[in-house]
């Protein structure tokens, strides 16, 4: 008898149960893998180190949105928003996203957002001081306001989703590690404390994100060519009513979000690089907390109600070029990795989760998924030497 399992129905092989897949990882990737795996017929086991949503995608700032700069982001991204409209509708908060930048950079990014379909706004400067009141806006600069973004409340997503699973009859394996793995027997055995479990399995997908080289160095001998890194939020008390809509300012790269009426979200994407995924450091460095704080001052009308109140960090892992890692391992036929998302996770799992499910029944890649294919590096498994960061507006 397994500890800490939720289970359904499952077929028997051997005296073990046997699954047609078995997805590692319980973040937005893994979860939506096995929802679009379950939705195909196939029989599913997910398993998770800690419990759903433990890892990054519980730590995330939650921000939707369409303003990215590759057509393929935008596209995911309205896809995966659709997604959590239909199957988790009360984790998603239309809200809009706004952008500040300088009125020449404008044409360009309504040229992108045009060209994607996107619906989109531009606020002039007048537009943007009464839409933004708590902030000091330029005379040069306007907005770009896209109304259908909004925020993601990922842990209600992520037991949303865990009904889901369950009704579909799958099994959620939590506070698990994986004891043996291999392929030539597919077979898994899973520890929870004193209990143990060997699950056959005949498709296995890595959706564990920075987690995934320590899992595939070890039991495939196969290394991601991917940096990893600690992607840092500051959270800040303040009595400033923000209003719903995330804003972004490009001349700084600092995002704002409001969270409730007490608290609001900052980053800008300064990372910290990591060897291991486990020393991620528990809070933002205070040298960020500081670089942060002198920024955003540039940008409220009143810094003095706005009081750091600490943060948080989460793993992220960023590929060479910069894009998703996604499909079946080179010279694994049954194997496949999700990586790489580069903190962009909640825009494009759950788009990429659909288009995988489909991968592995099929045997069919989407444009996306060739597009994000682990061949296309060659072989290379060395670590990036710069972490790329390709979607905010430039």
Request: hydrophobic share 40%; with cysteine; aromatic share 10%.
């Amino acid at each position: 008898m397994y500890c800490q399992v939720y289970f359904a129905a499952t077929t028997h092989e051997f005296g073990l149960r046997a699954f047609d897949l078995v997805v590692v990882g319980g973040g937005i990737s893994g979860v939506f893998t096995s929802y679009f795996a379950l939705l195909r017929g196939m029989n599913v086991a997910l398993v998770e180190l800690g419990h759903l949503g433990s890892g990054s995608s519980g730590r995330s700032a939650g921000i939707h949105t369409e303003q990215l700069i590759l057509p393929i982001d935008i596209e995911l991204s309205r896809r995966s928003r659709e997604i959590y409209q239909e199957v988790a509708p009360l984790g998603f908060f239309r809200t809009g996203f706004l952008s500040v930048e300088p009125s020449w950079m404008s044409s360009y990014s309504a040229q992108i957002l045009k060209g994607a379909g996107t619906r989109f706004r531009v606020l002039s400067y007048d537009e943007l001081r009464s839409y933004i009141e708590w902030a000091l806006v330029r005379d040069d600069e306007v907005g770009i306001l896209t109304p259908d973004d909004g925020v993601v409340n990922v842990p209600h997503v992520l037991e949303t989703m865990r009904r889901r699973l369950l009704g579909l009859g799958a099994v959620i394996f939590e506070n698990s590690t994986i004891s043996y793995l291999s392929l030539g027997d597919g077979r898994i055995t899973l520890t929870n404390g004193s209990c143990e479990e060997t699950l056959s399995f005949s498709n296995l997908v890595l959706a564990a994100g920075a987690w995934n080289r320590s899992i595939s160095e070890r039991w495939l001998d196969y290394r991601p060519p991917v940096a990893i890194y600690a992607c840092q939020l500051m959270l800040m008390k303040t009595s400033v009513e923000l209003g719903a809509t995330p804003v972004y300012f490009e001349d700084s790269h600092i995002y704002i979000r409001g969270v409730g009426k007490s608290f609001v979200l900052v980053g800008n994407g300064r990372v910290v690089r990591l060897d291991d995924p486990s020393k991620c450091p528990a809070r933002p460095e205070p040298e960020y907390l500081l670089e942060m704080s002198e920024k955003l001052a540039q940008r409220l009308r009143h810094p003095e109600g706005y009081f750091p109140s600490g943060g948080w960090t989460g793993v992220c892992s960023s590929s060479a070029d910069g894009m998703p890692i996604v499909g079946r391992l080179p010279g694994l036929e049954n194997v496949y990795i999700v990586d790489a998302l580069d903190g962009y996770g909640i825009m494009r799992a759950p788009a990429l989760a659909q288009d995988l499910a489909a991968y592995v029944a099929d045997g069919k890649a989407s444009e996306a998924l060739k597009t994000f294919d682990p061949s296309r590096f060659g072989g290379v498994c060395s670590e990036p030497d710069k972490i790329i960061e390709l979607h905010s507006m430039p």
